[in-house]
């Protein structure tokens, strides 16, 4: 077996390589209902992560991986810098109800990976697109327990389209980072 | 083999040589949890999000950048040495100053007009792939009294599944800065370590033209942790 080339930290540069001109949109070969996925990355002193570099993964609204696409960047697919405020958005559309392979079903949820300075690693988690009382069935809410807080957006209460979801990298309400 | 059989090369989340993990890095363990359907998918970019031109760092501007010219080249693969085909990998770094071309970098060394330090590759049907560059010179920075970063270039790579997302940096063989810089050596395993230093091969280069190294990398395998493994 081959050793894996290891991880290292992403730095405070990345944006020199990585900016993707209108990254935070995500494309699809189908259509579905159109969501903003916002909020803030806060280090454990409570300090705003202003170089943290988010991707997002997600199903399709059909709750399929998508595939090759005719668009310009890659299906299901976002990457956005944090801002001076250390907020991300991303505009793409509500993921489908996954199934796994013994049936069971996944609430709307979207992969979040989180590269930054600091982090030797990236963090990986996934964020619940759904209200806390329709998760009992849900695999990743049922083995998140008492943290599962730390997953899901909150929807506002004007806008349906407008999810909120903060990151915490430490503290009482650490967000639930997962081994994958 | 399962993903508990593979020896974990990467660095610690808490790393405290390397200061900016203090506030960083996540204080709980991992959670563990099955795996999500669709995690042994991954992001297909179309041919045209890296245009060959994109493999060229050194004809971005008017006239050739200063610096040692270089061909970074190599393949890409899973830890079973299977290619990874048909991936993106993107590349940045500084110049052979050691400045990038970034505002918040405020390093007292030239930036170079004619380098931007970025590029962008897909790998072809092998999992090979080929740069042309500058070697990126040495910076300090203020983790610690005296601290220089040994000469780096950082890569992105998406592999073909969500689970083998991989950013790394590649230092070069023999530099006297790699033992005492904390990032290379938050990678507890040496063999591991090595793995991210590139090899010196001057028939991947131009003959009176620029230096050739080559840089292998492994990815893990596309499958998700499994539970309880």
Redesign the interface.
Same mark, same amino acid.
């Given at each position: 077996?081959?050793?894996?080339?290891?991880?290292?930290?992403?730095?405070? %540069? %990345?944006?020199?390589?990585?900016k993707w001109e209108g990254g935070e949109k995500v494309a699809f070969q189908s259509s579905g209902k159109s969501i903003v996925l916002t909020g803030r990355v806060y280090?454990? &002193?409570g300090?705003a992560?202003t170089?943290a570099l988010i991707?997002s993964?997600?199903?399709d609204p059909e709750g399929?991986?998508?595939?090759?696409?005719? &668009?310009?960047?890659?299906?299901?697919?976002s990457r956005a810098a944090t801002d001076g405020e250390g907020r991300y958005r991303i505009e793409t559309l509500m993921p489908g109800v996954?199934?796994?392979?013994n049936g069971?079903k996944?609430a709307p949820?979207i992969?979040v990976?989180i590269? &930054?300075?600091?982090?030797?690693?990236?963090?990986r988690t $996934?964020v619940l697109l759904a209200e806390a009382g329709s998760l009992g069935g849900d695999?990743?809410a049922k083995?998140?327990g008492p $943290?599962v807080g730390t997953l899901i957006a909150k929807q506002d209460a004007k806008d349906a389209s407008l999810w909120e979801w903060d990151v915490r990298?430490?503290g009482t309400d650490?967000? &639930?980072?997962?081994?994958? | 083999?399962t993903a508990r059989d593979?020896?974990d +090369? !990467?660095?610690?989340?808490d790393?405290p040589l390397?200061k900016? @993990?203090?506030?960083? =890095?996540?204080?709980?363990p991992? /959670?563990? +949890?099955?795996? *999500?359907?669709?995690?042994t998918?991954?992001?297909?970019?179309?041919k045209?999000?890296a245009k060959e031109s994109a493999a060229d760092l050194t004809t971005w501007g008017k006239s050739a950048p200063l610096g040692e010219k270089m061909i970074l080249a190599g393949r890409v @693969?899973d830890?079973?040495?299977s290619p990874i085909r048909d991936s993106l990998i993107?590349?940045?770094?500084?110049n052979a100053s050691g400045r990038? =071309? *970034?505002p +918040?970098?405020q390093h007292d060394a030239p930036l170079d007009p004619n380098f /931007?330090?970025?590029?962008k590759v897909l790998t072809d049907g092998n999992g090979e792939y080929r740069f042309v560059t500058v070697k990126p010179g040495a910076y300090p920075w203020r983790n610690h009294p005296w601290a220089w970063r040994p000469a780096h270039i950082?890569l992105?790579l998406f592999g073909n599944a969500? =689970?083998q997302?991989?950013? @790394?940096?590649l230092f070069f063989p023999g530099d006297p800065l790699l033992p005492i810089d904390p990032?290379?050596n938050?990678?507890p !395993?040496e063999? #591991?370590?090595q793995?991210?230093v590139c090899t010196l091969d001057l028939e991947k280069g131009i003959e009176e033209v620029a230096l050739g190294y080559r840089f292998d990398?492994? /990815?893990?395998g596309p499958q #998700?942790?499994p539970m309880g493994a």
């Open positions: 077996m081959t050793i894996r080339t290891p991880s290292q930290t992403i730095g405070p %540069f %990345f944006h020199v390589g990585l280090d454990g &002193a300090n992560i170089d991707e993964w997600q199903a399929k991986a998508p595939g090759a696409g005719s &668009a310009a960047s890659a299906p299901g697919y996954c199934s796994g392979a069971e996944y949820q992969h990976t590269f &930054a300075r600091g982090l030797l690693k990236a963090l $996934r695999p990743l083995a998140a $943290r990298m430490q650490e967000t &639930a980072f997962l081994e994958i | 083999m593979r020896m +090369v !990467d660095p610690p989340y790393y390397y900016s @993990t203090v506030f960083r =890095a996540p204080k709980q991992l /959670l563990r +949890v099955a795996p *999500h359907p669709i995690e998918a991954g992001p297909v970019f179309p045209s999000f @693969t830890e079973d040495g993107e590349l940045w770094q500084c990038y =071309a *970034h +918040v970098d /931007l330090g970025q590029g950082h992105s969500y =689970a997302r991989l950013i @790394t940096q990032i290379f938050s990678v !395993d063999a #591991a370590r793995r991210m990398i492994v /990815l893990r #998700a942790t």
